[in-house]
């Protein structure tokens, strides 16, 4: 969601500031500001809109200074405007930049007016600044008061503190929402993301839940939630300043979407040998859990729950193990029963899914004792909280609708059903069969993406609808889903996805003319059945489109259009049919000239409840 950045240096940290803050733009925003202190005065600079407003504003007032922070905000508490965009300061003091939710702002602003303080937003993060400069009238140092500070706050924050008092010292904490330090020659950055950072370091330090670290020129120090000072270790990332960059493509989306063959070779490199998943993989103990589960348990959001509906249909078709999966933000909120012997398999692209890691944390005080995360951010709290990890390896995904994070998920997820269906019912024959699959599947997809141009032609239909179904079966269901997700996410077209057998339980009232109903149909045992439900639709004059298995015979039909699809086999079918639907998508929110890669109200990584 809202992303920081910040710093101390020995040159001005402006541009640095500025940098960052394009760099964190595909996490969805709503406006930018930043603040830097010089000559002990604190300068500041908001606009609401994006990051090049805030740039031409600083380009007709400069502004400079070897200390700051800065922001990109996602409204939670008050709407997008100047007066609720970061940093927010208390009168000239101390600045303060903040991602997360405050729960108990309504009584600490109570709190903070009895005592003489005025409010100018309508924010929660304005309490903290306020509560700041109360607290540093008796504290001994900047860091007293931001500890005292914090321990009135509850919820969720990653902050960024500069103050006039020590106009030498940059504090930052987080406890619930992500924050790294970028490590420097005589300098050093904060940022809620290291994309951000990416052309100053590729040395990063990932704080802890709990943390505070107080930074300056020449000194670090972390604190952990014990108040204990703490050496956490320094990692070098292996992307570089332009991994994140568009190349020759019109939008990061489309970028994201060719690279899913190369995508998919990572996701399974190093991971065979000899053609055989190695259980090592998930981590040294792995095979010791594997022995001991007896069903699944999956929790995650948004695409990753699609992903997560595909695996139960593998896992209790292919392995025959009982598998659940329940949205990660309902599933605390109910008091759900669990075997001790289930595995809690969390999803999630970035790691830091705050529903997602709650959920996880309820699994664990309702005593299940094993854990997996399905993750492509390696430094990730939920990769730091569970006992196994398969990481998707993606590679960084700008586009806020998420695309090759998708089907690495669920081809990492395939792996995870192979090396739990051995101990059940999963043979080893059909362990190859789906073995020699997921090695071919990369060459399969650059087949798909060869009806870009096909599917392009086709989203010409969609520039004047206002809604759109989806149509799938079995394992297809959830990638109908998936499907729609994509094309309300970037188009603002209303979608909905349905197992077609629901078609005559109530949505086929909405067929007509102007409905487009988008349909897949790989060659697999529901074919007859879906077939029947095409004409269902056909015979009330709705118009489809099929994306079909090219080994079909197809007859023709006036309302009917077919994209023949690559045959694969009928198990890893799920991860081709999502490319058509990514493309189609994409093709309709161009010509409807969405922002497609941070279309309105989403962010990328959801990091508050």
Known sequence: MCGIVGGIAQRNIVPILLEGLKRLEYRGYDSAGLA????????????????????????????????????????????????????????????????????????????????????????????IVHELHQALASADCLLTAVKQTIKKLEGAYAL???????????????????????VGIGEYFIASD????????????????????????DE???????????????????????????????????????????????????RFINNRL???????????????????????????YHAGLVARYWFEKLARVPCNIEVASEFRYRSPVLDEDTLIVTISQSGETADTLAALQ????????????????????????????????????????????????????????????????????????????????????????????????????FAEKQNALFLGRGSHYPIAMEGALKLKEISYIHAEAYPAGELKHGPLALIDADMPVIT?????????????????????????????????VSSSDNNIQIIKVPQVENEISPIIYTIPLQLLSYHVAVLKGTDVDQPRNLAKSVTVE
């Open 36 to 127: 830097v202190i010089k000559d002990n005065v604190i300068y500041r600079k908001r606009e609401l809109g994006k990051v090049k407003g805030l740039e031409e504003l600083l380009l007709a007032d400069p502004i400079s200074g070897n200390i700051g922070i800065a922001h990109t905000r996602w409204a939670t508490h008050g709407k997008p405007s100047t007066e609720n965009a970061h940093p927010h300061l208390c009168r000239d003091k101390v600045a303060v930049v903040h991602n997360g939710i405050i729960e108990n702002h309504e009584q600490l602003r109570d709190s903070l007016m009895t005592n003489g303080y005025e409010f100018t937003s309508e924010t929660d993060t304005e309490v």
């Open 160 to 182: 960024g503190i500069i103050s006039t008092t020590e106009p030498k010292t940059l504090v930052a904490c987080r406890k619930g929402s992500p924050l790294v330090i970028g």
């Open 194 to 217: 290291v994309a951000a950072l990416l052309p100053v370091t590729q040395r990063f330090i990932f704080l802890e839940d709990g943390d505070i670290a107080s930074i300056s020129i």
């Open 220 to 270: 670090l120090i972390i604190y952990d939630v014990n108040e204990h000072i703490v050496n956490r270790p320094i990692k070098e990332s292996q992307l570089s300043a332009d991994s994140i960059d568009k190349g020759h493509y019109r939008h990061y989306m489309l970028k994201e979407i060719y690279e899913q063959p190369f995508a998919i070779s990572q996701a399974l490199e190093g």
């Open 278 to 304: 190695q259980e090592s993989s998930f981590g040294h103990n792995a095979s010791d859990v594997f022995d001991k589960i007896k069903s699944v348990q999956i929790l995650a959001c948004g695409t990753s």
């Open 362 to 461: 309820e699994a664990k005080k309702l005593g299940a004792k094993y854990s997996l995360a399905i993750c492509n951010v390696s430094e990730s709290s939920l990769v730091r909280e569970s006992d196994l990890v398969l990481m998707t390896r993606a590679g960084p995904e700008i586009g806020v609708a998420s695309t090759k994070a998708f089907t690495t998920q669920l081809t990492t997820l395939m792996l995870l059903v192979i090396a739990i269906g051995r101990r059940f019912a999963l043979t080893d024959e059909v362990e190859k069969r789906i073995t020699s699959a997921l090695f071919n599947l990369p060459g399969k997809i650059e087949s798909v993406l060869k009806l870009d141009n096909d599917i392009k032609l086709l989203a010409e239909q």
């Open 520 to 552: 897949v149909a790989p060659n697999n045992s529901l074919l007859e059945k879906l077939k029947s439900n095409i004409q269902e639709v056909s015979a009330r004059g709705g118009q489809l489109i099929v994306f079909m298995d090219e080994t079909l």
